[in-house]
C-alpha cells in the first residue's frame, strides 16, 4: 500500500519511459530528454510551489494570470529601460506580491481560497491586458533571452533552476518546521491552530511561495520566447494541479510531496512527447492523460475510504 501510494507516479514515469524507450529509437537521446525537461521547467516550477498550496488544503487558481502579469511586466520593463537584469527580476518579485494579495485575501477575507483565487485571477488577467494594451511586446534588449535560451555545462539553463528550486522546496515541505505546519494545516486546521500552527501565516506563506515560483517560471517563459502576451500562460494553473493531484498529493490537503508533483509533471510531458514521435492522434492526447489522472484521484479516494 505505501509503495502504490507514494511510488504509483514513478512506476509509471518508468513504464512510460521504457516503452516509448523500445517504440522509438528518437525517444530515449539525450537531445529528446533535455528538450522536455527545458520545455517544462515552468511548469514544473509552478507545480512544486503549488504543492504547498494543496497539501495546504487550499486551490491557487490564479498561477496563469500572476504568470502573465509578471511575463508581460518583465517584457515591458526590458523593452521600455533596456535593463535585462531589472526586467527579469521584477518578474518573481511581482509573482510574490500578487501571491501574497491572494493569500491576504483568502485569510482576511475568509473566503474559500478555490472562489478568492477564481476571482483574482479575472482580476490579474485584466491586470496583464491594461500593461500591454491586449498587444504582444517584443523585446529586443541585447542578453534577455539567455535565462530562457542560455546553457551551462551542456544543459539549459532553465533545467538548472528547475533542479535548483525542486531541491530547495522539497527540503522546506519535507524537512522543516514550516513544512510539517503545512501539513498539520492542511490535515487539520483547527487542530493545527490549537497546537499552536499559526495558521492562517502558513496559509498567506503558501500563497506567497506560489506566486513567486509563478515570477520565477515567467522569467523564464518570457525570456525564451522575448516578448510577452496577456494570454502566456493559458491553463497551466489545470495543468499543475492535475500533476499534483496524479503525484498522489491528496485533494482533502495534508499528503502529499513535492517530488512527485514533480513527476506527474514529466510523466504528463512524456506522454504528450510519446504521441508526437509516434505519430499518434493528437486528439487522443487530453483523453489518455485525462484517464490517467482520474484513475490517480480514483485510487486516492478508495485509499482515503479504506482510512
Given at each position: 500500500?505505501?509503495?502504490?501510494?507514494?511510488?504509483?507516479?514513478?512506476?509509471?514515469?518508468?513504464?512510460?519511459?521504457?516503452?516509448?524507450?523500445?517504440?522509438?529509437?528518437?525517444?530515449?537521446?539525450s537531445d529528446n530528454l533535455l528538450n522536455i525537461l527545458n520545455?517544462?521547467?515552468?511548469?514544473?516550477?509552478?507545480?512544486?510551489?503549488?504543492?504547498?498550496?494543496?497539501?495546504?488544503?487550499?486551490?491557487?487558481?490564479?498561477?496563469?494570470?500572476?504568470?502573465?502579469?509578471?511575463?508581460?511586466?518583465?517584457?515591458?520593463?526590458?523593452?521600455?529601460?533596456?535593463?535585462?537584469?531589472?526586467?527579469?527580476?521584477?518578474?518573481?518579485?511581482?509573482?510574490l506580491a500578487l501571491g501574497a494579495v491572494n493569500g491576504l485575501v483568502v485569510t482576511a477575507l475568509r473566503i474559500h481560497s478555490f472562489l478568492a483565487t477564481l476571482a483574482s485571477s479575472l482580476v490579474y488577467s485584466a491586470l496583464a491586458v491594461l500593461i500591454t494594451g491586449g498587444a504582444l511586446i517584443t523585446v529586443t534588449a541585447d542578453g534577455f533571452t539567455e535565462l530562457g535560451r542560455g546553457e551551462f555545462l551542456g544543459v539549459f539553463i532553465p533545467v538548472w533552476v528547475l533542479a535548483g528550486v525542486v531541491a530547495l522546496l522539497w527540503f522546506l515541505l519535507s524537512g522543516t518546521v514550516f513544512g510539517r505546519h503545512v501539513f498539520a494545516t492542511g490535515g487539520n486546521a483547527e487542530a493545527a491552530e490549537l497546537s499552536g500552527v499559526r495558521v492562517n501565516r502558513v496559509k498567506i506563506l503558501v500563497f506567497t511561495l506560489s506566486g513567486l515560483a509563478a515570477g520565477v517560471a515567467a522569467a523564464i517563459a518570457v525570456s525564451r520566447i522575448a516578448s510577452g502576451q496577456p494570454q502566456a500562460g493559458a491553463g497551466m494553473e489545470l495543468q499543475a494541479i492535475a500533476?499534483?493531484?496524479?503525484?498522489?498529493?491528496?485533494?482533502?490537503?495534508g499528503v502529499g510531496a513535492v517530488w512527485r508533483s514533480v513527476a506527474g509533471v514529466f510523466l504528463i510531458a512524456l506522454i504528450g512527447n510519446g504521441f508526437d514521435i509516434l505519430d499518434f492522434n493528437p486528439q487522443l492526447k487530453d483523453l489518455v492523460t485525462g484517464v490517467i489522472i482520474l484513475a490517480a484521484v480514483a485510487l486516492a479516494a478508495?485509499?482515503?475510504?479504506?482510512?
Open positions: 500500500m505505501l509503495l502504490a501510494k507514494d511510488y504509483a507516479v514513478l512506476i509509471l514515469l518508468v513504464v512510460v519511459t521504457v516503452y516509448l524507450s523500445f517504440a522509438s529509437s528518437a525517444f530515449f537521446t520545455q517544462n521547467a515552468p511548469l514544473a516550477i509552478i507545480a512544486a510551489a503549488g504543492t504547498f498550496v494543496i497539501v495546504s488544503g487550499n486551490f491557487d487558481l490564479s498561477t496563469a494570470s500572476v504568470f502573465a502579469v509578471a511575463s508581460v511586466s518583465a517584457a515591458w520593463l526590458a523593452s521600455e529601460t533596456g535593463n535585462v537584469a531589472l526586467a527579469l527580476a521584477a518578474a518573481p518579485v511581482i509573482g500533476a499534483i493531484i496524479l503525484g498522489g498529493t491528496s485533494i482533502h490537503g478508495v485509499g482515503r475510504t479504506r482510512r
